[in-house]
C-alpha cells in the first residue's frame, strides 16, 4: 500500500516519517574501503561510470576517523533539519570488502555513535558477500535495522561487461536471496542511459526487479564524470545520451512498473558539478523531480500501476 500522500510513489522520506515519527537523514561515510574490481580481487580498473573516488564525493573526508566524519556530517545536515535522527551511511567503495574483523570493529563503532540513530546503511557489491559476513550482518540486524545497498545498474550482460561492472545477475540475484533470508533490507541502485541501452532495456532491468524480494530502488541517471574512465573516454568518443524528457518519461513508467510496497530512495542522482561533464540538465534536480511528479498527477499513474508479479 502506497504510504505517501503528495507523491504517487512512496517517498524515502514519508517512508521515514511513518516509521520514525520525524525526518531521518544518512550521514554518509568513507571508511577508507578499495573495491574488488580496482585492487584485482575480482578485476582492474573499476566500473568505468564510477568516479575515482569510489562514488564517495559526498562522504567524509577519507582518513579522518568515522566519528569525526559523522559528526562533520551531520552538522551540514542539521543546517537543512535540525531535528532528525541518523543513519551512518558507509557509501564509498566496497564496504564489506575487508577480512570479517575488520568490518565488526567499524560497524559496531558506527551504531554507538549517537542515541538517535536508528540504522545502519552499508554499500557493497553483490560480489562481495561472503556467508560468514551475511551471518554476521543478520547478527547486526538483531540489534539495529541493517540495510544493504547493491549495485545492479542494469541486468544485460552486454552492458555490463561494457561497463566492466565485474559480476553477473546470477550473482547479484543470489546475494539478494541470502540477504533477505536473513530479513536484511536490500535497496537497490540503476541507471538509465548507459551506452547502448534503449528505453525497453532500461524497462527490462526494472520488470526483474518485480521478481526480486527488495524493499527499496535508486534510479540515477549515467552522469560523465571528469574523473571516471567513462568521461576520459567520453571526451575522446561522445555517444549519445538520453534527453530529459526521454530520462522523465523512462522514470515515469519504471516507477508504475515497481511493486507499490518498494521505498523509491531516489529517482535521479547528485554529481559533482565541478566534474559533471554530460548531462548538464541533470544539474537542475528538483525541476527534473517536479516534471516526473507532474507527469505523473496530470495523468493519474501510481507506482505499481503496471507491475506484473
Known amino acids: 500500500m502506497l504510504i505517501t500522500k503528495e507523491k504517487h510513489y512512496n517517498t524515502l522520506n514519508n517512508y521515514y516519517q511513518h516509521k520514525y515519527g520525524k525526518k531521518v537523514f544518512k550521514v554518509s561515510l568513507n571508511a577508507g574501503f578499495t573495491c574488488p574490481n580496482i585492487d584485482g580481487t575480482v578485476a582492474y580498473g573499476g566500473c568505468s561510470f564510477c568516479s575515482f573516488l569510489g562514488s564517495g564525493e559526498f562522504a567524509g573526508k577519507k582518513g579522518d576517523d568515522i566519528k569525526v566524519q559523522f559528526e562533520e556530517v551531520k552538522k551540514r545536515m542539521h543546517k537543512k533539519w535540525p531535528d532528525a535522527y541518523y543513519i551512518p551511511y558507509f557509501q564509498a567503495n566496497t564496504n564489506t570488502h575487508a577480512p570479517l574483523h575488520v568490518l565488526k570493529e567499524l560497524f559496531e563503532e558506527a551504531i554507538t555513535l549517537d542515541p538517535n540513530i536508528v540504522e545502519i546503511s552499508i554499500g557493497t557489491r553483490p560480489d562481495c558477500l561472503p556467508q560468514d559476513v551475511v551471518d554476521y550482518l543478520s547478527e547486526l540486524n538483531q540489534k539495529i535495522p541493517v540495510q544493504v545497498e547493491l549495485g545492479l545498474q542494469t541486468i544485460h550482460e552486454k552492458t555490463a561487461v561494457q561497463v566492466n561492472r565485474g559480476h553477473n545477475l546470477e550473482v547479484f540475484d543470489d546475494a539478494v536471496k541470502r540477504l533477505r533470508k536473513e530479513n536484511i533490507e536490500v535497496v537497490v541502485h540503476i541507471i538509465n542511459g548507459l551506452p547502448g541501452e534503449s528505453k525497453e532495456m532500461m524497462l527490462d532491468t526494472v520488470r526483474h526487479l518485480g521478481k526480486l524480494d ?83 498527477r496530470k495523468n493519474n499513474y501510481y507506482q505499481g500501476d503496471l507491475y506484473e508479479s
Not at 524528457?245 to 511493486?259: A, F
Not at 531516489?266 to 525541476?287: N, S, V, Y
Open 214 to 296: 527488495i524493499q527499496g530502488v535508486k534510479i540515477h541517471m549515467l552522469n560523465i564524470l571528469s574523473n571516471s574512465k567513462m568521461g576520459i573516454e567520453y571526451k575522446k568518443n561522445p555517444f549519445k545520451l538520453i534527453s530529459r524528457e526521454e530520462y522523465i518519461d523512462i522514470v515515469v513508467t519504471q516507477i508504475r512498473m515497481l511493486n507499490k510496497n518498494i521505498i523509491v530512495h531516489r529517482l535521479t542522482g547528485d554529481g559533482d558539478r565541478k566534474k559533471l561533464i554530460e548531462p548538464r540538465w541533470i544539474l537542475r534536480k528538483f525541476t527534473v523531480l517536479n516534471d516526473i511528479d507532474k507527469m505523473m
